[in-house]
């Protein structure tokens, strides 16, 4: 869950129109003369029920579980009656292909048939497809990107096109094929079921962008293949038994060093430095100045069919493109696939698309076709706690040829620069998106934003209600009749994150429980318990306002009560010195951390959380 985003603000938009000051201002007004709407409580800070929807307190807790203190310590900690074991790490085996070895000594080629580096979004299809098997299935897992300097021997020096290839073949996404034998999950290998998607994979192109102009490069004349996918970060999951996997910070991958870098490439934070992975040094693709059409390629969501290898993967057009951290599908009452989406940095927006065609239980192939055409939104936040879904459709809201948008493609290329013009709301780094499994109601992780109100940044809003927001905030929303194909909706924040106890006002959070920061990682269970991951920095961890936070942790939370419940601190991080501060999962003769999938359960064989 790499968190580190360059400081520089890429939405440099003025979006903020009078209207919504003066809305602003009206709903504060309303505020003292005791109007208590949603956006003022949020402005105040502290905890209320939902003005959304009032509903009765339960009286006994959701969650059956003790809850676990914060940790430093490089293990993972889980509550009592709970275990967690290791079952995927970096390097090994997706299937019977070549084991890891501890002084990184496998190759590109090894590496290709191995567990990629930062598992971040996976998902559990059951076996066989629609078995509902809670005892074997497929497990696709994100890997998000690499740390360069435990992925090769002797680190990135010197630096080699080996290296290189290596690097791209520790990112991606597997599927691998797990099964539940005597109380123990294990992968099952040889599988033929087994996939690894990297960096050099050909992905197919699909959607209005699929072979536009702005899609071809000298190494694909067509515009309809792209090789790779990196960066892969949260994701999502359809009713027809795919995987959404979501490219998040691509433009870490590429520098432009040309003496004037376009407005297109600047909006996605496209710069002369990178983010360090230096690929252009021996894979001139990363090259964006020699090669200005390569990064429109990469930023969209890619659809993978776990249950059949020989199926190309997709690029998803019609999604948008933008730094996309997950890919939420719910489905309206007339069965349209609906798909929330977060563009993740800071003062960025939130997306949903809506299909125009509708959801076929039996007919998987026309249901492959689903996500490729529809209308793509970007959510406007009102102050009064009201907010509207503003169309993306070329012809539409001022997407004209006046407006610098010369087609359908041309928007979902430049789908930051729509929302731009359509006044979308900058929010505070949307991160995963869950709907409630029996109401609704939608939940979106903002994980923080340090430059909320910060040397002439954009100050805070009642959707964003603090400066220097170094904890971030949950926002919810309800869309109009419960109809997630709605174009209007009515929100509030479900939590502000960090300690009750914190002696700045501003950084206090209202947290009915354990304190925590940078929600991340979202979901509800069947329950209706919403599960956090948090994401804090590892720039920032044990230090100063996160002092007594400790490691990175999961919670549970109840969003009928608000209460928030500790259940699972992970091992320490530090990139800087991973080997000095970590020897998680291996222990110290392992040589080298390594980020891995766990499995959590419980050990009395019931429903985890309960
Ligand atoms: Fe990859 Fe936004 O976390
Ligand atoms: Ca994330």
Redesign the pocket.
């Given at each position: 869950?790499?968190?580190e985003i360059d400081d520089e603000t890429c939405n440099r938009s003025t979006n903020w129109a009078f209207e919504e000051i003066l809305s602003q201002r009206l709903a504060r007004r309303d505020l003292m003369k005791g109007g208590l709407g949603a956006a003022a409580l949020a402005l105040l800070g502290g905890w209320a029920p939902s003005p959304m929807a009032p509903r009765a307190e339960a009286n006994t807790s959701l969650f059956g579980f003790t809850g676990v203190p914060v940790s430093t310590r490089d293990v993972v900690t889980v509550p009592p009656g709970y275990a967690a074991d290791v079952l995927y790490a970096w390097g090994d085996p997706i299937s019977d292909g070549p084991a890891f070895k501890p002084d990184a000594s496998n190759t590109a080629a090894e590496q290709e048939q191995q567990a990629g580096m930062h598992h971040?979004?996976l998902h559990f299809f059951p076996l066989p497809l629609g078995s509902g098997s809670s005892t074997r299935g497929l497990l696709a897992v994100n890997h998000?990107y690499t740390d360069d300097g435990l992925l090769h021997v002797g680190g990135m020096e010197p630096w080699t096109a080996e290296k290189v290839a290596k690097a791209q073949a520790a990112v991606g996404v597997s599927v691998v094929e797990v099964v539940l034998n005597d109380g123990t999950w294990r992968i099952v290998r040889p599988s033929r079921s087994a996939q690894r998607l990297t960096g050099r994979t050909p992905i197919r192109l699909a959607g209005p962008a699929a072979g536009q102009a702005m899609m071809k490069t000298g190494l694909n004349p067509t515009g309809l293949t792209v090789l790779g996918t990196m960066n892969n970060?949260?994701h999502g999951a359809t009713p027809w038994g795919t995987y959404l996997t979501c490219e998040?910070n691509f433009n870490g991958y590429f520098v432009n060093r040309s003496a004037s870098i376009p407005p297109c490439q600047r909006r996605y934070g496209i710069n002369e430095r990178g983010a360090g992975y230096r690929w252009h040094e021996h894979d001139p693709r990363f090259d964006a100045s020699a090669h200005p059409n390569e990064p429109n390629r990469f930023g969209w969501v890619v659809e993978i069919d776990p249950y059949d290898p020989n199926r190309q993967p997709v690029k998803q057009t019609a999604l948008g493109r933008f730094k996309h951290?997950?890919a939420t599908v719910t489905l309206a009452p007339d069965n349209r696939v609906v798909v929330y989406m977060g563009d993740?940095e800071r003062f960025e927006y939130i997306y949903k698309f809506v299909s125009r065609k509708a959801f076929a239980h039996a007919d998987r192939e026309t249901n492959r076709r689903l996500l490729e055409e529809g209308t793509l939104y970007v959510a406007r936040f009102h102050p009064d706690g009201r907010g509207d879904w503003r169309e993306l459709t070329h012809g539409v809201n001022g997407l004209d040829q006046a407006s610098g948008f010369s087609s359908q493609a041309d928007v979902l290329v430049n789908t930051r620069a729509a929302g731009d013009r359509v006044g979308a709301t900058k929010m505070d780094r949307p991160?995963?998106i869950a709907v409630h499994p029996r109401n609704r109601e939608v939940y979106c992780?903002l994980?923080n934003n340090a430059s909320r109100g910060v040397e002439g940044r954009p100050g805070p809003d009642p959707m964003n209600p603090r400066s220097n927001n170094v904890f971030g905030h949950i926002v919810r929303w309800r869309e109009t009749g419960g109809d997630p194909s709605a174009t209007t909706f009515e929100w509030d924040i479900f939590v502000l994150c960090g300690d009750p106890a914190n002696p700045q006002e501003a950084k206090q959070g209202n947290i009915k429980g354990d304190i925590f920061g940078s929600p991340?990682?979202l979901w509800f269970d069947d329950r209706g318990a919403l599960w956090i991951?948090t994401?804090v920095s590892p720039s920032v961890l044990y230090k100063g306002d996160h002092a007594t936070m400790g490691n990175n942790q999961m919670l549970a939370a109840d969003p009928a009560t608000g209460e928030v419940r500790r259940f699972l601190t992970g091992p320490r991080s530090d990139p800087a010195k991973p080997t000095a501060v970590s020897a998680w999962p291996d222990g110290p003769a392992g040589g080298r951390p390594r980020s891995a999938t766990i499995v959590i359960r419980k050990r009395d064989g019931g429903v985890i959380g309960t």
């Open positions: 869950m790499k968190s971040d979004g998000e970060c949260a998040e951290e997950g993740d991160e995963w992780a994980t991340d990682g991951q994401d």
